[in-house]
């Protein structure tokens, strides 16, 4: 499995380090249920799914993967800060 | 047909065409009292128990596959009960109890072998942990003895005790711990479940939840609608599809772990032997082949076939710690998907929607649990309320923070184990 960091380019799994889903962060005054969501509870889904990855042994960008859990593609790859905006 | 040695030798004279199949192939009816979706281990064993110690036998197993074609069939087969923490323990010890009459509660040989589990560790650091942790195991009213490097070198004389690195200071012994034939299980709650009245019905996935005002009503299968009073989610690593059709959302990340196996050897590891730095732990099945693994590959997948990074950390802490097994080549390797909770620990409970049951959160560790999961998960679903063995399972412990069992101290965190 290969990640095509925008900085770096296309480098091996192991630079990366798996962060999880892709989930927006609550406000703090969200209250338990917003936050229990985030914290806890996943969508797991079967197929396309978008999540955080920390380049570690690369430029440290965080970046958001579009992958298939089905069969690892990755059609996608950003920077978390550009996704975020 | 019971199984027994005169029957092995009468078969064995007579062309063995007295043997018959172990269950019938059910085909399903329009309504049970209680549907169990997932025939994995968890699912076949809470329908025994369901039939044995409550009396209900109007239950159904839906599997979409074939029976014990999931992670049942898929691990490394490793049976202990060296828990720690309060929740776990009591529930690890119950199963490993329930283990060892289980042969003959089911008449049929699930080659449990108690073979011991040795731990090692390797820093004075790990050694008190271990200590501790062995000493919890005692209180519990389990076995754990404390080995030193003399101990460890006279089950295990292959390590490499001197290794720079990761030299081998002693290990955590626990003689009642070992491996089972993992299908044999799954065989054994199907046919004990089957004789006690249970249909158990293949290639029939369940693709809908209907829900009515609050209460479940029946499930939409590739077999046609099927009504239930009480249904029950037991579907390991696809329990977030499967609740996901009853409107929910768990605390459940699905996984690819994977397993490997040698080719067939003359016997040369007698014990279950865990690494205790790097995730590595080997046995050897009684067909020779030495049968080992180490940890989750680390993102989530659905994908049954692991990456090369995780094969190749566990054959590099195999060589880190027997060099010996260098000389063996690896026959096949695999992988399942197993469901991950932010804590390592599962989750047995009622949920939101009345009379819908769910049992999840095996992690890597769930074939262990098979026999007091289904015990207790019976339980539950007969009289409602929890088994003392199984109280601590709770759905809601990650929202409240209350009764959160986490093993291995990392925080309650889904990308933390
Ligand atoms: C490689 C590997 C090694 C492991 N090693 C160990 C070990 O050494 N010791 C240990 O204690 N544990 C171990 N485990 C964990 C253990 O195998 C699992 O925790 C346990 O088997 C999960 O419960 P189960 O047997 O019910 O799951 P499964 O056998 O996976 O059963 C779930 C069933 O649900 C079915 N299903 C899913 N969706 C649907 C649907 N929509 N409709 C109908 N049916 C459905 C599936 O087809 C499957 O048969 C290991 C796991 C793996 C993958
Ligand atoms: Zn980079």
Redesign the interface.
């Given at each position: 499995?290969r990640i095509s960091c925008p900085i770096c380019g296309e480098r091996?799994?192991?630079e990366f380090h798996?962060?999880?889903?892709a989930l927006t962060r609550p406000a703090p005054d969200a209250g338990?249920?917003a936050w229990?969501?985030y914290?806890?509870?996943?969508?797991?889904?079967?197929g396309a799914?978008r999540?955080l990855w920390y380049h570690e042994t690369g430029c440290g960008a965080w970046v958001v993967v579009t992958?298939n859990?089905?069969?690892?593609e990755m059609p996608g790859c950003e920077l978390a800060a550009e996704a975020a905006r | 047909m019971r199984f027994s040695g005169w029957r092995v030798i009468r078969e064995g004279l007579s062309g063995n065409r007295g043997w018959s199949p172990h269950w019938r192939d059910a085909a399903p009816r329009d309504e049970y009292d209680i549907v169990i979706i997932g025939g994995g281990g968890h699912g076949l064993s809470t329908a025994y128990y369901l039939a044995r110690d409550h009396g209900l036998s109007n239950v159904a197993v839906l599997e979409k596959g074939y029976l014990g074609g999931g992670n049942v069939g898929r691990n490394t087969t490793i049976v202990r009960a060296n828990y720690f923490l309060p929740g776990n323990s009591e529930f690890y010890s119950y199963s490993l109890k329930l283990w060892e009459g289980l042969e003959q509660e089911l008449n049929y040989n699930v080659m449990h072998s108690q073979r011991g589990l040795i731990n090692l560790f390797h820093s004075d650091g790990q050694r008190d942990a271990f200590a501790r942790r062995g000493n919890a195991m005692i209180n519990q009213g389990d076995d754990a003895i404390l080995l030193d490097r003399e101990g460890v070198r006279r089950h295990a004389p292959f390590l490499d005790f001197d290794n720079v690195r990761f030299p081998v200071h002693g290990g955590l012994y626990h003689p009642r711990g070992g491996t089972a034939r993992h299908d044999a299980v799954a065989w054994g709650y199907a046919r004990g479940a089957d004789r006690r009245g249970v249909d158990l019905i293949q290639n029939c996935e369940v693709t809908g939840i209907d829900i009515g005002n609050g209460r479940v009503r029946s499930v939409q299968t590739t077999r046609g609608p099927i009504r239930a009073k009480k249904v029950a989610i037991v579907v390991a690593g696809r329990s977030g599809q499967v609740a996901a059709m009853a409107g929910m959302r768990l605390p459940v990340e699905s996984h690819v772990l994977q397993a490997f196996v040698s080719e067939g050897l003359k016997p040369v590891i007698a014990q279950v032997i865990a690494f205790g730095m790097g995730h590595f732990y080997i046995s050897q099945s009684d067909k020779g082949g030495l049968v080992f693994g180490g940890d989750i590959d680390m993102y989530a997948s659905y994908a049954a076939r692991g990456n090369l990074p995780a094969v190749e950390h566990v054959m590099e802490a195999g060589m880190t710690l027997m060099p010996m097994i260098g000389k063996a080549r690896v026959l096949r390797s695999w992988g399942g998907i197993v469901d991950m909770t932010p804590d390592g620990s599962p989750i047995i409970d009622r949920t939101d929607t009345q009379g819908l049951y769910l049992n999840c959160g095996w992690n890597y560790g769930g074939f262990k649990a098979v026999p007091a999961s289904g015990r207790c998960f019976a339980h539950l679903l007969a009289t409602d309320r929890h088994h003392d063995a199984a109280a601590g399972f709770r759905l809601d412990r990650f929202r409240t923070g209350r009764g959160i069992i986490d093993e291995e101290g990392t925080g309650a965190q889904h990308n933390l184990h």
């Open positions: 499995m091996d799994r192991r798996y962060r999880g889903a338990e249920a229990d969501a914290l806890h509870l996943r969508d797991n889904p079967a799914t999540e992958r859990t089905l069969t690892h | -």
